[in-house]
């Protein structure tokens, strides 16, 4: 069974905290990413990576930063958390390819207060 | 303009009928279309992916393609109450190793 694991289910930080969000995935996918969700906004893309050491930006790349030291590890940092990042954050792996799906973690609810 | 835009809804369909559910997109060189389905606190799974111009069927779903119109479109036949979700359209994105764009995605909800 596939399976990307993200760290915490639910995360309560205070503002101006460092915040690691961890994802691991065992199918040795090549892509991994990092999406936010919101009511209204769907998911939007924060980072993704294709491969070790690499990264790209998403479309909302303010105020996070991203490492990939592992091919199975993605983590996404908040580096100063402010309360207008409280939302759900999304890990995602997918194989490289044109129309590989893309398998999703479980979701961390992040609040910041 | 948003890359993949979908009516947020609700669509509401009785039980039985057939749930239509649409997108467009804006980038022309977008090569894939994916449909998730979302339960309410899950994520989402994948349902369909698309990449020719035309229909796909897999039991209840088609999903139907035509890049002239940039348009990409979700039948769910003999729709269930357990189909109620949101259902979110995905292009992958011509650069950059499949890269997924989302739409809002689209609350689907099915009576009895």
């Known amino acids: 069974d596939v399976k990307v694991t993200q760290s915490s289910r639910y995360l309560v930080k205070r503002t101006g905290e460092k915040v690691f969000l961890e994802c691991v995935q065992d199918m040795d996918h090549e892509n991994m990413f990092w999406y936010r969700q919101d009511p209204g906004l769907g998911l939007r893309l924060i980072y993704f990576s294709y491969d070790v050491k690499m990264k790209e930006k998403g479309d909302i790349p303010e105020g996070y930063s991203v490492s990939r030291e592992k091919k199975e590890r993605f983590s996404l940092i908040l580096e100063s958390a402010s309360t207008n990042q409280t939302s759900m954050y999304l890990c995602a792996s997918s194989a490289l390819g044109g129309d590989t799906e893309a398998f999703f973690g479980q979701g961390t609810r992040l609040t910041v207060v | 303009q948003k890359e993949v835009e979908q009516n947020s809804g609700p669509l509401s369909v009785p039980e039985g009928a057939i749930a239509s559910l649409n997108c467009t997109y804006s980038d022309r060189g977008s090569q894939s279309f994916f449909w998730y389905r979302q339960y309410s606190g899950k994520s989402p799974e994948l349902i369909m992916f698309i990449y020719s111009n035309g229909d796909k069927e897999d039991g209840r779903f088609t999903a139907q393609l035509n890049k002239a119109s940039q348009y990409v479109s979700l039948l769910i036949r003999d729709s269930q109450p357990s189909d109620s979700a949101t259902y979110l359209c995905?292009?992958?994105?011509?650069?950059?190793?499949?890269?997924?764009?989302f739409g809002a995605g689209t609350r689907l909800a099915v009576h009895p």
């Open positions: 995905a292009a992958g994105h011509p650069v950059g190793y499949n890269k997924l764009i």
